[in-house]
């Protein structure tokens, strides 16, 4: 089993950042990567960007290119999301995911994190 602790939301003005950090515990913590997914009200889950843990490749969703950044810190197997120019739009409960090596999809999901964008 895989525990994943997200912290960091909050309350941000438009234009303004956030750090969330999301923390993996566990007995067996094998992953090829870890990332992060966000969902609004009402709107279908997005995915946000991912990291490779060996080689720290990112990607990206669309909506969040050139304005977030994900890193990871593999000593404290922790994956951060910097946001910066933060949007409105941005505004969802973002989790945190961890796929195990040899699994096609995500399989741990943290329990979520609210940012809320004011204008």
């Known amino acids: 089993q895989v525990q994943l602790v997200e912290s960091g939301g909050g309350l941000v003005q438009a234009g303004g950042s956030l750090r969330l950090s999301c923390a993996a515990s566990?007995?067996?913590?094998?992953?090829?990567?870890m990332g992060w997914f966000r969902q609004a009200p009402g709107m279908e889950r997005e995915f946000v960007g991912s990291?490779?843990?060996?080689?720290?490749?990112?990607r990206y969703g669309d909506s969040v290119k050139g304005r977030f950044t994900i890193s990871r810190d593999i000593v404290k197997n922790t994956v951060y999301l910097q946001m910066n120019s933060l949007k409105p739009e941005d505004a969802a409960v973002y989790y945190c995911?961890?796929?195990?090596?040899?699994?096609?999809?995500?399989?741990?999901w943290g329990q979520g994190t609210q940012v809320t964008v004011s204008p």
């Open positions: 995911v961890f796929r195990s090596v040899g699994r096609p999809e995500y399989d741990y």
């Open positions: 566990g007995r067996t913590l094998r992953t090829n990567d």
């Open positions: 990291i490779t843990w060996s080689g720290g490749r990112t």
